[in-house]
């Protein structure tokens, strides 16, 4: 599939220099519902599962992108007010997971803390978010965190035959003329195709310059 990382110009210059993306860790997302989508009401459950979040916390993070480009709060949120860039990159299907969507915390019981496999732990609770966030439209990949490869305290992901660069869309307010980027991308040896954008005049939508 493909699908959409946004961000601010300069992380976004490093991530195509760089050819990695940065890794998100639970505790640094804007939403503090993360890994706590789960109905928490038995106050007995709340000390061992906030334990289980920390731990996979310090273990796993996450690599956050969209479905869809076109969508100008996005731009607004994760692209410097429509200033940045968005990475437009090939992923097979079964290396994300799609976010659902609920107005209903996630039923939860001591037996799911000892569900061997991490990972799907994870993605029941961190594939849940509010409604009012469905505009997103988000997909995540599950990263494991090697202490010995951080830079001060970042995590990234190289891209890889799984994560392949494709494209790049600049907002339609990014300051960095087209040229200057298809400069960059191409020293990476790859065919990646750099597209400005304009807004739509008869819709609320961001659509590809000359379209």
């Known amino acids: 599939?493909?699908?959409?990382?946004?961000?601010?110009?300069?992380?976004?210059?490093s991530n195509i220099a760089l050819q990695r993306l940065k890794i998100s860790r639970v505790r640094e997302l804007n939403d503090p519902y993360e890994l706590l989508a789960a109905d928490l009401s038995d106050e007995a459950l709340r000390a061992p599962y906030e334990s289980m979040r920390e731990q996979l916390s310090q273990t796993r993070g996450?690599?956050?992108l969209s479905k869809v480009w076109d969508q100008p709060i996005m731009?607004?949120?994760?692209?410097?007010?429509?200033?940045?860039?968005?990475?437009g990159c090939d992923i097979p299907d079964d290396a994300v997971f799609d976010v659902r969507y609920s107005d209903a915390r996630?039923?939860?019981?001591?037996?799911?803390l000892k569900h061997p496999d991490p990972e799907e732990w994870?993605?029941?609770?961190?594939?849940?978010?509010?409604?009012?966030?469905?505009?997103?439209?988000?997909?995540?990949?599950?990263?494991?965190?090697?202490?010995?490869?951080?830079?001060?305290?970042?995590?990234?992901?190289?891209?890889?035959e799984r994560v392949?660069?494709?494209?790049?869309?600049?907002?339609?307010?990014?300051?960095?003329?087209?040229?200057r980027v298809e400069r960059l991308t191409e020293q990476m040896g790859a065919?990646?195709?750099?597209?400005?954008?304009?807004?739509?005049?008869?819709?609320f939508a961001v659509l590809e310059a000359g379209a």
């Not at 996630?106 to 799911?112: A, W």
């Open 1 to 13: 599939m493909r699908a959409y990382y946004f961000t601010n110009l300069t992380h976004g210059l």
């Open 62 to 64: 996450m690599i956050c």
């Open 75 to 87: 731009w607004s949120h994760y692209a410097d007010r429509h200033r940045g860039l968005c990475l």
């Open 106 to 112: 996630v039923p939860f019981t001591r037996e799911l």
């Open 122 to 160: 994870m993605k029941r609770y961190l594939g849940t978010k509010h409604s009012a966030w469905a505009y997103e439209r988000e997909v995540r990949i599950i990263c494991s965190l090697d202490p010995d490869t951080a830079e001060d305290g970042l995590f990234f992901y190289e891209f890889d």
């Open 164 to 179: 392949v660069l494709r494209e790049v869309i600049l907002g339609v307010r990014c300051p960095l003329a087209k040229v």
């Open 191 to 203: 065919s990646v195709a750099v597209r400005t954008t304009r807004l739509s005049n008869n819709a």
